[in-house]
């Protein structure tokens, strides 16, 4: 009986390990695409039969068409991903061309990777899989929309795309509030920040290439970028900032009622540092310092009180990520205070407690 | 009959006893008594401070990830001066910190070590709140001693029950 049950073991063995076939990761470049321009799209293996491979992987895809039809055993080259690093494969399209299919036609793009000969695949990228490469629907931003932005979920080290239709953008609202002045600028540039213009990209001479946007027809303009590299920091990204203008400032595209543009993240998992006080046993006549590493959270986010006695000193830390630091005079405010414990706690700009604890005073032996 | 030669070798003889009797008679000049320098001449004077780590010392012996932090950049450390005052014989007077840094020690007082010479221990400096040196309120241990090196480093150690727990490294250099 359980050499049955063994082998029958050994047989699901590799249907289990095709159970976890499903690709690890898809993005695009730019994040918002045209069909008719050309893209990269990029696929993160791990996880899949794919995964160890080094040679070559094929892309095999059948919507909007079957460019690769009948060669399933003996895929062709113009289906060859090129390598990145680690895991990640890319192809680079001009998807209208690739299918050879209209662009107006082309809503979204199926597939799957494989080996040359098929031996080894990964799962689909479909719409019952719920990774399929969409690609953007302009009809909004071209008729009622003054700006949008993909993905939803603004990270860091991946393609970020913002649109702006620069037809509805407003301007001098203090004096005779106008749309669309900026429409007639020969060109839009954006002028930004993230997370409350903390980073900031101006909009200035020394600026123009990296700042302009890319004028995709019927007053439709595109910023895309991968935040991390254009910002120059590595934090987390709640939100991105920007007011567009020409090169010159004399023409300015701002949001309704002349707002900043705001372009808000989902779900973004901002990881917290981890905290620890320096040093472990204190007297009050000594300095604390507030140590706080590897969080995503830039320095100027996190807020410290610390309550000696009658005396409450407050403050932001300081420092190069991932390492912050808060130093603490205790000597100066106990100097004429007895107490036995001082109190700490560490906050968010968005209020968010972090750290909230008693710290003991060690009394002191002369 | 003594010959020619046996003269002249007997006159050599004779000037050479004479010679070495004399020389071993002259006095020897080995110079005046001077005494040995004290540790109080070594310490006196004004130091400008450096550098100055603060120091875990119960990471430290725990092996913890963070055991060292360095305030010299901060709280006005860097403007921070110690004085050692002596009188005419060279016994210490009193001392005295000079800037705006958070007094880790007590900033004026009187001063004294645990032996004026070398004793093979750690030298230790007393501090004290009154002149007659009975009420003592810290002690720095001088890990570096100038001498050698024109350069002192004073260590504060805080313990408790006997055991350290903390201490600061002083890194300090003689103002001109």
Redesign the interface.
Known sequence: MKRYLLSAVLLLLPFIGMCQNAINEIWTQPAIFKADEQVTLFFDVKGTQLEAETDAIYLWSWFPSEPDAGNWANSSDFAKLTHVEGTVWKITMVPSDYYHVPADQIVSLYGLLKTKDGSKVSDAFAPDKGNAINLYNFTDIKNTRISDFYPKTIKGDRPFSILINAGKTWSDCATNATQGALATASEVHMHSGLNDWKVIVENNPANLAKTKLTHLGDNIYRMDMIPWEYYGQEIAITKVNAVFANDTWSKLGFDTNCADFLFNSTGIVVVTPSY?L??????K???L?L?AVNGDLDASDLNYEVTMGTTKVTGKFEGVKPNY?A?I????PL?EQNVDKIHVTIKTNSGANLLDTDMAL????? | MKTKSQHALFGCLMFLALATTTSSCEKKDDGSYVAPITRYEKVQGQWQLTGLN??????KSTG?S?TQ?N?YG??NFKDMKITFNVDAENNPTSYSVSGNA????TKEGFWQMDAAFTTGKTAKIFLYSDEAKTQ????LEVTTMPGATTNMDLRLV???AGTP??SYQFSLKPVE
Not at chain 2, 54 to 59: I, Y
Not at chain 2, 102 to 105: A, R, Y
Request: glycine share 2%.
């Open positions: 620890s320096f040093p472990q046993k204190i007297t006549k000594d300095i310092t140590v630091r130093y005079d205790l000597v100066t100097k060690t009394p002191i032996v002369n | 603060q120091t875990d010392e119960l990471a913890g963070l932090v305030l901060k709280f958070p007094e880790l020690f003592k309120i810290d002690e805080r313990t408790s727990f903390l």
